[in-house]
């Protein structure tokens, strides 16, 4: 069974700050890899999808790269912002969809 | 405005009762996801459906009862054999298994 951990657990920085979070999985026979952001008491909003072939993605202050053979993922967030302020769940698919237990990034002003 | 909801947004149960969690999609998604979420923790797939008429349990079934009559709708019923169901649901779907997942704004039950 595919196990998907996310370290830091919890991250505060100050504004302006780059920062990285990881996340790492045991099953490298994966299809994709998505990166969400969820705000409180909300649902999830799509960041980034890596698919299995490719090795990052950006969109905007965001870059996430992917390593399969490794089992390794990461989010790059350049110049950091209060409204950054989340928490940060990776999910892999392979036959299922399967979450780590997220980041949550606390940005300061 | 194309997307998935989830009725109601928040819910309140009493013990032995069953509820049923609305999840439609308008995305013309063949697959659909019910996740629970728990504070602190990530999210545990319930049930999974790849195509009408079919679904699979996933990691945290007992206590939960799903049906896919229709591609766009896929109801979860938490039943009184779920013995701690308070927590927050949420739904997905995406266009088949392992692609894109789309989520709606979920789902909060507490039973009272």
């Known amino acids: 069974k595919q196990e998907v951990t996310q370290i830091p657990a919890a991250l505060s920085v100050p504004e302006g700050e780059n920062l990285v979070l990881n996340c790492s999985f045991t099953?490298?026979?994966?299809?994709?890899l998505q990166w969400f952001r969820q705000d409180p008491g909300k649902g999830l909003t799509s960041l980034l999808l890596i698919q299995s072939s490719q090795r990052e993605q950006t969109s905007g202050r965001l870059n996430a790269s992917l390593d399969k053979s490794s089992g390794r993922s990461t989010l790059y967030i350049a110049a950091s912002q209060p409204g950054d302020s989340a928490t940060y769940l990776c999910?892999?698919?392979?036959?299922?969809?399967?979450f780590g237990a997220g980041t949550r990034l606390t940005v300061k002003p | 405005d194309g997307g998935i909801t989830q009725s109601p947004k928040y819910l309140f149960r009493k013990e032995g009762q069953n509820v049923t969690l609305s999840c439609e999609q308008n995305?013309?998604?063949?697959?659909m996801y019910w996740y629970r979420q728990d504070p602190g923790q990530g999210l545990r797939l319930i049930y999974y459906?790849?195509?009408?008429?079919?679904?699979q349990k996933g990691d945290i079934a007992e206590g939960y009862s799903v049906s896919r009559e229709k591609k766009e709708s896929f109801p979860l019923t938490v039943t009184s054999a779920q013995k701690n169901p308070t927590a927050f649901y949420l739904c997905?779907?995406?266009?088949?298994?392992?692609?894109?997942?789309?989520f709606g704004q979920g789902t909060r039950l507490t039973v009272v």
């Open positions: 995305l013309n998604h063949d697959a």
């Open positions: 459906s790849q195509i009408v008429n079919d679904f």
């Open positions: 099953d490298s026979a994966i299809y994709n």
């Open positions: 999910a892999v698919y392979g036959n299922d969809m399967r």
């Open positions: 997905a779907s995406s266009t088949q298994l392992s692609t894109e997942a789309f």
